[in-house]
C-alpha cells in the first residue's frame, strides 16, 4: 500500500511540475492581420519560438513576420507588464533597423501593436518596401 502511494504521489507531482514549465496566456499566441496580411508568432513566457528557416536566431520570444515571405522582425526582448500589456523590442532580420513596440490584449481575441520609438515596421511587398502603421490590429487565430 505504501509503495502504491508512493507512486501515485511522484506521478502527480510530475504531472504538476510538466504543466507548470509551460505557461499559457494572452501573450502564447499567432496573431493575424488580415489587411496587412501580417502576423505575430509570440510565446513571450517561455521565450521559445524559432524563425522557420532561420534557426541560427535560436529560441525567441517571438516575430513579426509576412504571409508568403521569408522576411520577419525578430522580436528580441519582451517584458509582460500585467496580463493585457507587454512591451517589445524588435529588429529586422538583417539587423539594420530597430523599434520598440507594446502590444495591448483589447479583449480575449483582439491585440492592439503600437510603434513607440525607432524605425517604422516596413514589410516587402510587390518588390517593394510597404510602411506598416504606427497602430495595427491583430486577431488571435489558430497557426
Known sequence: ?????????????????????????????????????????????????????????????????????SFCWVITAAEVKNDKTATLSLINDYGSEDLTATLTLKNDSTYILKQEKGSTLKVPKNSKWQKIPKILEFKRQKE
Not at 494572452?26 to 496587412?36: G, T
Not at 517561455?46 to 535560436?58: H, K, R, S, T, W
Open 1 to 69: 500500500m505504501k509503495k502504491l502511494l508512493f507512486i501515485l504521489f511522484t506521478f502527480h507531482f510530475s504531472l504538476l511540475t510538466s504543466f507548470a514549465q509551460s505557461k499559457e496566456g494572452p501573450f502564447h499566441a499567432y496573431l493575424y492581420n488580415n489587411e496587412y496580411e501580417v502576423y505575430l508568432k509570440i510565446n513571450l513566457y517561455d521565450e521559445d519560438v524559432e524563425v522557420p528557416g532561420q534557426e541560427l536566431y535560436g529560441p525567441l520570444p517571438g516575430y513579426f513576420g509576412k504571409k508568403h515571405n
